[in-house]
């Protein structure tokens, strides 16, 4: 056989060996389109998930029977006992005028000793509110709503403001109450750091991923950043009575502080006392907030002892810089 034959012959077994990986290739994996847990043949109505005569799971004695200035609502999974402990031992500790609940929802996996460690700890600090639905991301909502619903049965009379507030957040208690008590307008209130301009966004792939079936406008109205946010007594049951009406949206914040405040007609109010970025964990940078996102227990922790034990140093100063790259 001569050169050019060969040389042929190699070619084509080449040509049919890489046809043979080709095809061989698994096809693309479906781009999903529906949100977990909020698939289109799943029911928006807030009726079929908000009951105001079942009973949940674990509730406070004595729930909202005290009165007070503030109701905090801390919003928190039930596997996160170091968060709540970092919590009861820094910020949520025991104060006048300040009332602490956090609020849960069920283990879809209903892990038998989960529940034990909860209701253990429910009889201890008595502070625990576990409500009827899934914990998950995805139904951040249905635990915001159930929030407003509890407000708005137990706690209406007892409290001029509510603060919800996720379990990640380090929280300056004591900036936050001179806030409160320096407003001259106590009614009508929604506060927060507001996102005016925010796209829907429709990138499958992305943690806050909308289908154009469930939303097709291209922005969102303003709302506020979910971490935290304080509404008057007045508000908080406005946004009860209108989510009722108003089919759920997932996205917790869009939905709560966007689309039902915009129904009930409450306008929004920003705070340069929010913060909603990451940011390094060292608070004495940022004294002009009384709300720090994205904290672990330990940070909390930290954050507390800084704040509270009056340790920062001299704004602008040497140590100021130093700590900071410690952080």
Not at 46 to 56: G, K, L, N, P
Not at 82 to 87: E, G, H, L, Q
Not at 250 to 278: H, P
Request: glycine content about 4%.
């Amino acid at each position: 056989m001569n050169l050019k034959k060969r040389i042929l012959l190699l070619v084509v077994a080449l040509i049919f060996i890489a046809s043979l990986c080709v095809n061989s290739k698994q096809p693309p994996l479906p781009v999903p389109t529906e949100v977990e847990g909020w698939a289109r043949n799943v029911s928006r109505n807030v009726r079929d998930y908000i009951s105001e005569t079942a009973q949940a799971h674990i509730m406070p004695k004595n729930f909202c029977e005290e009165k007070g200035l503030l109701l905090v609502f801390i919003h928190s999974k039930f596997d996160k006992f170091d968060a709540r402990r970092a919590i009861r031992e820094t910020w949520g500790q025991k104060r006048d005028n300040v009332t602490f609940y956090f609020l849960l929802g069920e283990d879809k996996n209903s892990h038998h000793e989960v529940q034990l460690k909860l209701r253990d700890e429910s009889q201890r600090f008595n502070d625990i509110v576990q409500e009827r639905f899934v914990d998950s991301y995805n139904n951040l909502t249905l635990k915001s709503i159930t929030m407003l619903k509890l407000f708005h049965l137990h706690c209406s009379d007892s409290y001029k403001y509510l603060l919800k507030i996720d379990d990640d957040v380090y929280l300056n208690i004591a900036s936050a109450l001179k806030e409160l008590t320096n407003r001259s307008i106590t009614t009508n209130v929604l506060l927060g750091h507001i996102y005016n301009v925010t796209n829907a966004i429709r990138n499958p792939a992305s943690k806050w991923f909308v289908p154009y079936e469930l939303y097709p406008d291209e922005k969102y109205p303003p709302y506020l950043c979910g971490a935290a946010y304080i509404m008057s007594a007045d508000v908080a049951v406005k946004l009860y009575r209108v989510a009722l009406e108003t089919p759920i949206f997932y996205i917790e914040d869009v939905y709560i502080t966007g689309m039902c405040a915009k129904k009930a007609n409450v306008t929004l109010e920003n705070s340069g006392g929010f913060n909603c970025y990451y940011a390094k964990k060292y608070v004495c940078l940022y004294k002009q907030y009384f709300v720090y996102h994205y904290f672990e227990p330990r940070d909390i922790k930290k954050a507390h002892e800084l704040v509270a034990g009056k340790k920062c140093p001299l704004t602008g100063s040497w140590q100021e810089w130093f700590y900071s790259l410690l952080y």
